[in-house]
């Protein structure tokens, strides 16, 4: 039923399915749920509209108002966590925080996992290992951008592999050796020294096909798991959805060897320590069984290293930073490749901020990557991640009856707010006056400047400051990662993954435009909203160690 005042499509109310057979449509035309999401939002013409995607269930609100979802994700307790993240990670990490109302139980978990994103864990325990792992994809590349001589390669499961590793390497630090990374450098070691003739082969705009091989169990494990929550998205009862998916005996068989790998980790951590203190691996796993000795002592109680939520913590770390990480590399690629204007404005500023490095013809360090302050680079992230949209959707439940730009919202509703939709990418629907009363007066995020709006241009993020230029995080509207308490949790390690991954990049290659046919910006919507083609074209342009 649907709620009154706020806008639906007519033809949605007709039968039981809702907005399911349009969405179908919209899906076998190559849409997604964020874009039907933004089709009927621009269709309605309105900031708020309702739609029908769970048969007898409730209306999903879906809410393109910058401003009204940032009060909302930073200031009103009416709105929390909703079902669907918990729904969508039950059968893989049934005990992780994200389900979790924000409360005493939530901040309790989180405690587990407290001081991880702090500058000096990421600068001196994180850094290090995911650096590693950023050199090994430029290896990678190295070696692939000689083969392929200036012809497009498919990027995009080089990009997951590097970040995959940079995710195991926080997770599990120097201890993580079997790499995804690791085989593919090997392929290209032992190709045919023949198949360097692809590059004088044929149409010099086809992409140059690699061999892809397989990763070892371990990884192909998180693969198999990451893919499932694709199979329970919509289901209108998730709890028995999980157990049908978890009868197939690939998946159970992945989630067997998961749980058995983070087990082995974690005893290995604890009879480390229990050896000799110092002895141990510095990883987010040694730290997590650190703070559980800390806090078990604490509260009188034995540590539990072996808990369900021990183990599903960890690997929230690996499934919510992998993915997401990868996808926005990728956009990062496309939206270089496009605008050569920002990749050589960023490497001239990186030569400059790393003239020690150029001077010695060698690779910036960790450290030096970390420390520098680059405003250009800093607007260079932030805006990849504003056009990317690799969230494109956050969500809450009203856990009272409230409202939302002046429309009354049913307690239980979920609402979705989207991310790239008009006031983030294409200009606002709503006149001043019709939020919810704001209650950060004088902060208020001024909108971004419409002519220019959907265009990729670091330069919004830049200010001046008394001559200087400064890298300003509030220039505009921003919801990459969400805002407020429940915000992402790692936000700053992957903001350190892509700093490091596009100063490496940008020092060592140029990017060159790839075909048009392979450099749209279709997407599809799994767990983030992945570019459908994400091919590199490199040329490099130094070859210093
Ligand atoms: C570019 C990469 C990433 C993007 C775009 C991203 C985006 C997001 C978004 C949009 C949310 C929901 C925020 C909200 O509801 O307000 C979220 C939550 C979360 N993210 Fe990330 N994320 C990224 C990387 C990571 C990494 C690397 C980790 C951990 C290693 C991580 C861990 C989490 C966790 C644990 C939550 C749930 C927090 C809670 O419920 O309290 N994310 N992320």
Excluded at 135 to 160: C, Q, T, Y
Excluded at 315 to 327: M, R
Aim: hydrophobic share 40%.
């Amino acid at each position: 039923k649907p709620i009154p005042g706020i806008p639906y499509n007519e033809v949605s109310v007709r039968g039981l399915l809702g907005d399911l057979p349009a969405l179908a449509r919209h899906v076998k035309d190559g849409g997604n749920f964020a874009s039907y999401a933004l089709s009927t939002v621009r269709a309605l013409n309105s900031p708020l509209v309702q739609i029908f995607v769970r048969p007898f269930g409730k209306p999903n609100v879906l809410l393109a108002d910058f401003g009204e979802a940032r009060d909302l994700l930073l200031h009103r307790k009416e709105f929390d966590r909703s079902r669907v993240a918990g729904d969508l990670t039950k059968g893989f990490a049934h005990d992780h925080h994200i389900k979790l109302k924000t409360g005493e139980a939530w901040k309790s978990q989180r405690r587990l996992i407290q001081d991880l994103m702090t500058p000096n864990y990421l600068h001196n325990v994180a850094g290090p290992v995911v650096y590693q792992k950023a050199r090994m994809l430029m290896d990678l590349w190295r070696i692939k951008a000689e083969i392929a001589g200036e012809r497009p390669f498919e990027a995009s499961d080089d990009v997951f592999r590097g970040a995959l590793d940079g995710v195991m390497s926080f997770c599990f630090g120097e201890r993580f050796r079997d790499t995804a990374m690791g085989p593919a450098i090997d392929a290209l070691h032992e190709l045919d020294r023949g198949a360097m003739e692809l590059k004088h082969d044929g149409n010099p705009r086809e992409p140059v096909k690699f061999h892809v091989p397989p990763l070892n169990a371990v990884l192909e494990s998180i693969v198999t798991i990451s893919e499932t929550p694709l199979q329970v998205q919509g289901s209108p009862w998730p709890g028995l959805k999980w157990a049908f998916v978890l009868r197939n005996k690939r998946i159970a068989q992945a989630v067997e060897v998961k749980e058995r790998y983070i087990h082995d980790e974690l005893e290995a951590i604890v009879e480390r320590l229990r050896a000799s203190e110092n002895d141990a691996e510095k990883s987010a796993v040694h730290h997590m069984v650190l703070r559980e000795r800390a806090l078990a002592e604490k509260e009188g109680r034995a540590p539990q290293y072996f808990s369900r939520v021990m183990i599903d913590e960890v690997f929230g770390f690996i499934f919510a930073g992998h993915e997401t990480t990868s996808t926005t590399i990728g956009w990062g690629l496309k939206l270089l490749a496009d605008n050569p204007h920002v990749s050589s404005k960023l490497r001239t500023v990186l030569r400059a901020s790393f003239a020690l490095a150029w001077s010695e013809a060698r690779q910036p360090t960790m450290q030096e990557i970390a420390r520098a302050h680059i405003p250009y680079l800093d607007a260079t992230l932030e805006e990849i991640q504003r056009c990317g949209g690799t969230t494109p959707i956050i969500d809450r439940e009203a856990v009272v009856d409230t409202q939302l730009l002046g429309q009354h919202i049913p307690k239980g509703t979920n609402v979705a707010c989207l991310v790239m939709g008009p006031s983030m990418m294409e200009p606002g629907l709503v006149g001043e006056g019709t939020r919810t009363i704001h209650t950060d007066k004088g902060t208020k995020v001024k909108p971004w400047d419409p002519s220019n709006i959907s265009s990729f241009d670091p330069e919004r993020w830049i200010a001046d400051k008394n001559g200087a230029e400064v890298f300003n995080p509030a220039a505009g509207p921003q919801l990459a990662f969400g805002l407020g308490a429940r915000a992402c949790y790692g936000k700053r390690l992957a903001y350190l993954q892509m700093r490091i991954f596009f100063s490496l990049l940008l020092w060592n290659f140029e990017l060159l435009p790839c075909p048009p046919v392979l450099s749209d910006y279709s997407s599809g919507l799994v767990i983030t909203n992945k570019p459908k083609h994400c091919y590199a074209c490199l040329r490099e342009v130094n070859s210093f160690k």
